[in-house]
């Protein structure tokens, strides 16, 4: 499939509606994030406790996105999404409130936890609910394979998108307005769209709890994703801090944000094209593969000597982002609880979001100590960590699916009628 057919082919599961919700409900993570740096550093002149506020609002995020998406799992979406994304709204309300009548940095880190402990991981969930489509739908073997792939193709890539827009929506919301209409900004977003992700048709309604063996997540097949994820947000931190400490250190700090927006898109595009690689070609190949990639595409940021040769050596580098992304979402499909599907996503994502903190803060110590290659070097080692364990550990049988082998039968929207009739609750 080409990147257009696989737009079509999640148009035909689901449409554009859920697409666009998902998308700008999962945008305020990152305007969160970053707009919460840009206010409390402003407010404070403190850039030590803006990096304390913002950490906290991660932590809650990492804490707190399993959990809600196992409500979720028991109960259905709509009704803790819901919840949670006006709780948020009101939060991060608060949040800016505070900042504006100047509160103590305690008052500020405990509203940025709680912020972020009740922000709806859309991106799981939207995952989720793609997948109980293309059940409902019953389509097997090569045909599901297909659109799963694509179902994660388009998720990475809205990730990706809202990774890159949202800091730049700070950007301009801080300029033409101020710093607090940025970060009020999120709050809107996912006020609204986070409330039209939750009541759109095609919610799941909550599984019953599955005992024994097959409602664990503590699986070697799910944990073991963990790792790698964990090892691609310390690659994330390593190449963020690496490329503004070397736009800085060249006199082009302003560029940093375009620079590192290269890697976004050429990941994107790449991620799109894995529904296209045929099904022959196994997820634990794929991330094997796009591991080896990942660390190998690390060395020429080694040799830029210039603005240019970084762009395109980062360029380059998210051709293999997107599909270890998209293969690693892959497997925990494969390795997930159907009745635990929402939560197994949240917390592996959780992983990724931890890492990328602890990226953050280690690379800035090394560029610090090294420049932009001791930063990278964290990056490299990110990659190649989760090169060994991808090739050493992971084992192909853990995730393979049985009972494929009967024909497709239902059409798509079919999975979207039921969902609607059954009020998605």
């Known amino acids: 499939m080409s990147p257009l057919e696989t737009l079509r082919r999640m148009d035909a599961i689901a449409g554009w509606p859920l697409l666009?919700?998902?998308?700008l409900a999962r945008l305020p993570v990152s305007m969160a994030l970053i707009g919460l740096l840009t206010l409390v550093t402003s407010a404070t002149?403190?850039?030590a406790v803006a990096g304390v506020v913002s950490g906290a609002f991660a932590l809650g995020e990492t804490v707190g996105g399993p959990v809600i998406a196992r409500f979720a799992d028991r109960h259905g979406q709509r009704r803790p999404v819901l919840a949670t994304a006006l709780v948020d709204a009101v939060l991060i309300g608060l949040l800016v409130a505070a900042v504006s009548a100047d509160r103590s940095p305690a008052v500020l880190t405990v509203l940025a936890a709680l912020s972020g402990l009740c922000m709806p991981q859309i991106g799981p969930m939207a995952r989720t609910r793609w997948v109980g489509l293309i059940r409902a739908a019953d389509r097997r073997g090569a045909d599901r394979e297909r659109s799963l792939a694509a179902a994660m193709s388009v998720e990475g890539v809205l990730d990706e998108a809202a990774f890159v827009l949202g800091p730049a929506l700070v950007g301009v919301l801080t300029v033409t307005l101020s710093p607090s209409a940025s970060v009020l900004g999120a709050a809107v977003l996912i006020g609204v769209f986070g409330a039209v992700f939750a009541l759109h048709p095609t919610a799941p309604p909550g599984?019953?709890?599955v005992r024994g063996a097959g409602g664990r997540i503590a699986t070697p097949a799910l944990m073991v994703i963990a790792v790698p994820m964990f090892c691609q947000g310390l690659f994330f931190g390593g190449m963020s801090t690496g490329v503004t400490a070397f736009a800085t250190d060249s006199g082009h700090g302003d560029l940093s944000g375009l620079m590192y927006a290269l890697q976004g898109s050429s990941s994107a595009v790449a991620g799109l094209m894995m529904a296209s690689l045929p099904v022959a070609f196994t997820l634990p190949a794929r991330v094997r593969v796009a591991a080896g990639a990942l660390f190998l595409l690390t060395f020429p940021l080694y040799l830029a000597d210039g603005a240019t040769g970084l762009s395109l050596a980062i360029l380059a580098l998210g051709v293999a982002i997107g599909p270890h992304l998209v293969s690693l979402f892959g497997l925990i499909e494969r390795a997930a609880p159907p009745s635990r599907m929402s939560q197994s996503m949240a917390l592996i994502l959780s992983?990724?979001?931890l890492g990328q903190s602890v990226g953050s803060i280690v690379a800035g110590s090394l560029a610090d100590a090294y420049g932009h290659q001791g930063a990278f070097a964290l990056a490299t080692a990110g990659?190649?960590?989760a090169?060994?364990?991808?090739?050493l550990v992971m084992r192909s049988r853990w995730y393979v699916r049985r009972g494929d082998t009967e024909a497709d039968s239902t059409d798509p929207r079919e999975?979207?009628?039921?969902?609607?009739?059954?009020g998605g609750t």
């Open 351 to 353: 992983f990724l979001i």
């Open 387 to 391: 090169v060994a364990v991808n090739t």
């Open 45 to 47: 002149g403190s850039v």
């Open 207 to 209: 599984t019953p709890p």
């Open 20 to 23: 666009t919700a998902t998308f």
């Open 383 to 385: 990659a190649l960590v």
């Open 415 to 422: 999975a979207v009628s039921a969902t609607r009739g059954n």
